[in-house]
């Protein structure tokens, strides 16, 4: 079992930044892939961005490519969702999710490949 604690989120203007963060504890972190999803009100749930175990590979969704970047600290069992030029679009409730991958992939873009789930943290966009 792996426990993901996201947090971060919050109200921010228009062009403004947010770092989310995602804690995890259980199993060995550095062997999961870990992503970031979101779902905004009456929308289905929508990948944002993933990175690999070893930190060498990254995928972001082309909506926030350039804008989003993900990293993560194995040291400390988190993965980061660095946001900047936020826009009313991005509003919406953010998840961590860690994908156990076997070895199959570097990371997915795929909500059904991810074994484990955040609760979730609210990002808030005013204009």
């Known amino acids: 079992q792996v426990q993901l604690v996201e947090s971060g989120g919050g109200l921010v203007q228009a062009g403004g930044s947010l770092r989310l963060s995602c804690a995890a504890s259980?199993?060995?972190?550095?062997?999961?892939?870990m992503g970031w999803f979101r779902q905004a009100p009456g929308k289905e749930r929508e990948f944002v961005a993933a990175?690999?175990?070893?930190?060498?590979?990254?995928q972001y969704a082309d909506s926030v490519k350039g804008r989003f970047t993900i990293s993560r600290d194995n040291a400390k069992n988190t993965v980061y969702l660095q946001m900047n030029s936020l826009n009313t679009e991005d509003t919406a409730v953010y998840y961590c999710?860690?994908?156990?991958?076997?070895?199959?992939?570097?990371?997915?873009?795929?909500?059904?490949?991810?074994?484990?789930w955040g609760q979730g943290t609210q990002v808030t966009v005013s204009s």
């Open positions: 990175i690999s175990w070893s930190r060498g590979s990254t």
């Open positions: 259980g199993r060995t972190f550095s062997n999961y892939a």
């Open positions: 999710a860690a994908d156990r991958t076997y070895g199959s992939r570097l990371y997915s873009s795929q909500a059904f490949d991810y074994d484990y």
